[in-house]
């Protein structure tokens, strides 16, 4: 499965893949704060039933220019996400 796009859900606090897709693979936003000119979610997500791959993540979005990192980490593994958020219709 190739992911290309979140779409971030303010009022039910979830992020989920844009489109469609088998299977419900949103996460809950667990905290939102606006900290100097960013806007922070954290959350942490269970992964897929009966496989050891939950991970706790963060998003930083900057204000100003739409551009974020995401870092999550689960069991001695982490990842770093660069990308930039766009208006949806």
Known sequence: MQLEFLAIDFEKKTVSPA?????????A?????RI????????????IQD??????W???VMKETGKF???????QEAFIVY???IPLP
């Open 19 to 27: 489109g469609k897709i088998e299977g419900d693979r949103s996460s």
């Open 29 to 33: 936003i667990k905290r939102m704060e």
């Open 36 to 47: 100097g000119g960013k806007l922070i979610l954290q959350g942490a997500d269970e992964g």
């Open 51 to 56: 496989v050891r791959d939950g991970v706790g």
């Open 58 to 60: 963060t998003a930083a």
């Open 69 to 75: 990192v995401v870092t999550a980490a689960g069991d």
């Open 83 to 85: 990308g930039a958020c």
